[in-house]
């Protein structure tokens, strides 16, 4: 078959539906011949092995469902300081049994007005000093006989102001001002900031920033992040070519940074609007035809009811992969409550969802925790109020109870609607910094139980687990930023510090709490990635474990039956699930005659497998 029936036939495929979407959105004909052509132009650059990729994952298209895969996600510079050296330790990545890889952005991105990347000023070059596009398309090249696939971020939302089309637009040059919203008064910005809820309230209040020579343009991130405005077909048409030319670089799978932003209209809340579907949609079609063998990834923090539907219908499917979010913030609720009912609820909701939504679930990631929790349902069955709750959580992730262990920092506190969030590692939230400061071994212990719970908890879950980088050795909260101007005001970066090699050269060490930590971890992985009760279509669903404090989640695969048991409480638990019959408790080995009444140690946990 030569090489453009290829494309063609791939085309055909979507080109009735495509063609709809794209006139229906834009009415545009002439627009929508230039964005095919665009797609042909992509497919042709496309290099020999990505094509040859493209071919084996089209054969196989749920090769990314398997129980095998385990994410990383790292900054560049934090990790190996540039590319090349993110290749030269791509071995201990490979120790740490990583094979899906997420780069936090690298391209272009002015130095003090970056918000740490996500304000790109040119999407085809890399931010200079972490490499060049050949050292990311090498690394790429490595990762792939690696058999590590490579996540980026395609920040579609914005552009940095430096951006070409920003300068031009500023400029007032014909052609690019459409490519944003500017406004010459405050008449519509007003408008629109009547319904639009503010993203940084304390460190970017607004949606709309005024430049110097008096014009508004609309920024709902940082006033240096720009909005671009997909009601415009050549921002639509740019920004594909964009995510097809990193993709043509090597990228798997493409995180599509603040997705349900994209689409603005006045009056309404600027999220999750229709039009972010068709967009959605548009581009997985783009990808089926361009690039099969690449993964969108939508970064939707949103509440469930709006997450779900960014997967689209099994017709018309949007993103490939979505992140498990609100069982995130759920988890972290349960560590401070130490109850596991609304966690229990939340695992019920997840379960009733079709199988083959795939979620990516994580522990902690760059962003800070925003407290998305079911508050209807928290002030119905617990009599807990919204904005007491938040405080209550906050206070105890920044140690301010006597018995809290952790250790994090306020994220944009918003006084008036007393909705701050938080931040810091995984490590430094469960007790490990504050039992270093007391030196208590017996505190150590407990913190590193949490932690290797807390793990053992994501890796239950069905989907592809995603590690912190750092989080597999204990790494604590960075405070150094609070010297650095650039980044003073966002203690997001407590959680971006430096990666600790000192920490991972105790990874061997199994008297320290690194080694502790590192080696249970690649045991749970190892014994998850051998289980078929770990498998994406395996049944799964809570059960109630005799023990407010303690979470039962099962998973039955093929006649296989694993019972998993978490004790959030800082104290023995006595739990389990009306079973008959031995059970094998996995991480020791230990056998179990009955596991109606198992005992749990202390922040413990237990995976059980029937015999
Ligand atoms: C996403 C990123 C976040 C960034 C924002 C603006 O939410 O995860 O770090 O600040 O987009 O691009």
């Not at 029936?5 to 009415?27: G, N, P, S």
């Not at 931040?423 to 913190?447: D, F, P, Q, V």
Request: hydrophobic fraction near 35%; proline fraction near 4%; aromatic fraction near 12%.
């Amino acid at each position: 078959m030569s090489k453009s029936t290829v494309f063609d036939r791939r085309l055909e495929r979507h080109y009735d539906e495509l063609k709809w979407l794209y006139c229906e959105l834009y009415r545009d004909e002439a627009a929508f011949e230039k964005f095919l052509d665009m797609l042909r132009r992509c497919w042709n650059d496309r290099k020999r092995p990505l094509r040859e990729q493209d071919k084996k994952r089209e054969a196989n298209p749920a090769w990314y469902r398997c129980r095998e895969l385990l994410g990383m996600m790292l900054y560049v510079d934090a990790f190996a300081g540039d590319l090349n050296g993110v290749k030269g330790k791509l071995d201990y990545l490979r120790e740490c049994g990583v094979n899906y890889l997420h780069l936090m952005p690298l391209l272009a991105s002015p130095k003090g007005r970056s918000d740490g990347g996500y304000a790109v000023s040119d999407f085809r070059t890399v931010q200079p000093g972490l490499g060049t596009m050949e050292d990311l398309e090498a690394l790429g090249d490595a990762c792939r006989k690696a058999g590590i696939s490579l996540c980026l971020d395609f920040v579609m939302n914005h552009t940095s102001e430096d951006h070409d089309w920003a300068r031009r637009a500023r400029a007032g040059e014909g052609g690019f001002r459409e490519r944003y919203f500017f406004y010459d008064s405050w008449d519509i910005p007003r408008e629109f900031e009547k319904t639009v809820p503010q993203v940084f309230p304390t460190t970017a209040p607004g949606s709309f920033t005024q430049l110097e020579d008096g014009q508004i343009v609309m920024t709902n991130f940082y006033p240096y992040q720009w909005d671009l405005n997909y009601a415009n077909p050549a921002v639509f048409n740019d920004m594909t070519e964009n995510l097809l030319y990193l993709a043509n670089r090597g990228i798997d799978v493409i995180r599509l940074d603040a997705i349900p932003y994209i689409w603005k209209e006045l009056g309404t809340d600027c999220r999750n609007l229709p039009q972010v579907h068709t967009l959605a949609r548009m581009l997985r079609m783009v990808c089926e035809v361009v690039c099969p063998s690449v993964l969108l990834l939508g970064e939707v923090v949103m509440e469930p009811a709006k997450v779900a539907p960014y997967f689209g219908t099994p017709d018309k499917p949007e993103c490939h992969m979505l992140y498990n979010v609100t069982t995130m913030a759920t988890t972290w609720h349960t560590v401070a409550t130490g109850d596991v009912a609304l966690l229990r609820r939340q695992m019920e909701a997840v379960c009733a969802l079709p199988k083959d939504f795939l979620f990516l679930n994580y522990l902690r990631c760059h962003d800070d925790i925003g407290w998305g929790l079911d508050y209807p349902w928290l002030r119905e069955h617990a009599g807990a109020d919204e904005v007491a709750h938040k405080r209550y959580l906050n206070d105890y992730f920044t140690g301010k109870w006597p018995d809290s262990p952790s250790r994090g920092e306020l994220y944009n506190d918003d006084p008036r609607l007393g909705d701050a969030r938080l931040c810091g590692t995984t490590a430094s939230l469960c007790g490990i910094e504050a039992a270093g400061e007391g030196n208590n071994s017996l505190t150590l212990e407990g913190a590193v139980a949490r932690d290797l719970t807390l793990h053992a908890w994501m890796l239950s879950q069905s989907g592809i687990p995603v590690i912190y980088s750092g989080d597999e050795v204990g790494r604590l909260n960075d405070y150094t930023y609070h010297d650095d101007p650039d980044k003073r005001e966002d203690s997001r970066y407590i959680h971006r510090g430096r990666f600790q090699w000192d920490l991972a050269e105790r990874r061997e060490d199994s008297d320290a709490y690194q080694g502790k930590l590192f080696q249970g971890l690649r045991r749970l992985e190892t014994l998850r990635a051998g289980e078929a009760c770990f498998d994406a279509d395996a049944d799964v669903w809570a059960e109630d474990s005799g023990d407010s404090h303690v979470l039962a989640l099962c998973r039955r695969k093929d006649g296989r039956e694993l019972v998993c048991l978490f004790n959030f409480s800082d104290s023995f638990a006595h739990a389990g699930v009306e079973r008959e019959g031995s059970y094998t408790e996995l991480m020791y080995g230990n056998r179990l005659e009955q596991i109606r009444d198992v005992e749990l140690w202390p922040n413990g946990f237990a995976w059980l497998l029937k015999d």
